[in-house]
């Protein structure tokens, strides 16, 4: 609640005026059954049309004043409720750009969606239609109690049986769906998971021909979602029959023992029909405050769950970091190993070690899953290591702020990411103020010049969402320079030349090396002629160096990569 609390303090002045309007509607909405019962008791028992009048004037003035004040109310929690909600998202969304890809890891990333927009959404309506209730409900019963009483003491006894039964059946309600919202809230995520699957890989989808299949997988989880709903919303509507039971049955009891006290002259028509309306706002006001615990229930499960992000420890921090700057790029491993879970029984990575000198090409190459990505994404520490030390510049990469680190390394993905906007724009992720010379010369490099003027708009050319309207190979050239544009200390190409042909392989390749000779560059591959250059190969297999060497070397004495090497050649015959 703390936590919370903090997030409110920047609207705490639209919260208290809110309070104060609601508080001061409520009197104002009492006052009106005590001007009615003098309008019956005074002005019709006596025929005084002018006193009739009068009071009614006064109900319709206290109607306005609460009706400004409602609408004063209503503009004041939604500037808070939604001011809330937006603090909290932001809060948020910041906290996970801390995160490492272990911290992402333990959430999906569905999940991590629903709790910044639904779960987020959830708490933000609780506030701006949960406020008035929860403060309106408490005085209105108050008052109206003590109203009642003061009309006829006897007959308001009857709210000390009301209130315990209404008290139990909140209790039970409240109980049972409590567990169920946190579940429908994990419903949604699979939702959500499903969704973004299909629609990230919808032409997979579309060429495997698979739409049924997965309007099956979705119509499981939907099933599940609307079943885990029923059953949290079977309960709570219980909340409303249960309440309107117990507020009839007062009313009888009223009428039946009210009308005996008429009756017998004990009592006044007027002040019964003051004391039914005073009974109601107290059985209404129960009732509202019933929902709203409710609606919090629900809203302190969605809390919950937002409380996990903002409270998860990033993996990574700058703790141990020192003022100082990346110079050559030089890169050293020191028995290095890694697992992504400190439960895992095996390491991804076993005791690996070997040295980079500052403007030295380096190829990894090994067997599909020997944990090539793995290995080069240790080195801008978008991973931790679990054990062994990894030096750039002979200083432990700890010692670099994640910023700085990142900042002097640059990374190409195997999974390539373009983003919404256009070419130019995309291009001024690797540099924010680059000129149109520096742009250029990058894109040269890149060979992204040889297709650029068959776009419709050359560097102003918009690309659609990650990049659909570009082709795979353009696309990886297009990373390839916005990585140069960085001008980073380390390069790293992770098979990001896959799709494109080897003669532009060879211009990049050519490129690199000629307009950037003092920049540390390391190459995962799949072809062998795509790191056959390098001043050293790096032979993974199963996570462990299998051999270091240049290419002569190890085709003359490495029985792995004389097998992938022939392999290739004899592909290339076929």
Known sequence: MKQFLSYARAYRKE????????????????????????????????????????????MVVCALIALLLGQAYAHLSATCGNGIGATIRASEFQKMQTYSFANTDKFSTPSLVTRL?????????????????????????????????????????????????????????????????????????FVNRIIQENLAAIRVVKAYVRGEHEIEKFDEVNQNLKGASEKAFGIAILNMPAFQFVMYGTILSILWFGGHLVIIGDMKVGSLTSFLSYVLQVLNSLMMFSNVFLLFTRSLTSWNRITEVLEEEPTITDDRAKDIQMQSGSIAFEHVYFKYKDTAKEYVLSDISFEIKSGQTVGIIGPTGSAKSTLVQLIPRLYDVSSGSIFIDGHPIYEFTQKHLRDSIAMVLQKNILFSGTVRENLF??????????????????????????????????????????????????????AILKAPKV????????????????????????????????????????????????????????????????????????????????????
């Not at 009615?36 to 006193?51: E, F, L, P, R, T």
């Not at 406020?131 to 309106?136: K, L, Q």
């Open 117 to 189: 927009t639904s779960d987020v959404t959830m708490i933000q309506n609780s506030i701006t239609n949960g406020m008035r209730p929860a403060f309106r409900s408490p005085v209105m019963m108050i008052i109206a109690i003590v109203i009642s009483f003061k009309i006829n003491a006897t007959l308001a006894i009857v709210f000390l049986i009301a209130a315990p039964i209404l008290g139990s059946i909140l209790f039970f309600i409240v109980k049972n769906v409590r567990p169920l919202y946190s579940k429908m809230q994990t419903s949604i995520d």
């Open 15 to 58: 919260m208290i005026l809110a309070i104060l309007c609601i508080e001061a509607e409520t009197v104002f909405e009492l006052i009106i059954p005590m001007i009615m019962a003098d309008i019956i008791d005074v002005g019709i028992a006596n025929q005084d049309k002018s006193y009739i009048i009068m009071k009614g004037f006064q």
């Open 429 to 482: 992720w690797g540099k924010e103020d680059a000129t149109q010379e520096e742009i250029d010369s990058a894109c040269h490099i890149a060979c992204v010049d040889e297709f650029l003027d068959r776009l419709d708009n050359g560097y102003d050319t918009e690309l659609g969402q990650g990049g659909v309207n570009v082709s795979g190979g353009q696309k990886q050239r297009l990373c390839i320079a916005r």
């Open 491 to 574: 390069l790293i190409l992770d098979d990001s030349t896959s799709a494109v042909d080897t003669a532009t392989e060879a211009k990049i390749k050519e490129g690199l090396s000629k307009e950037l000779p003092n920049m540390t560059k390391i190459i995962i591959a799949q072809r062998i002629t795509s790191v056959m250059h390098a001043d050293q190969i790096i032979i993974l297999d199963d996570g462990k160096i299998n051999a270091i060497g240049t290419h002569e070397e190890l085709l003359k004495d490495n029985e792995i990569y004389q097998d992938i090497y022939y392999s290739q050649q004899q592909g290339g015959n076929l």
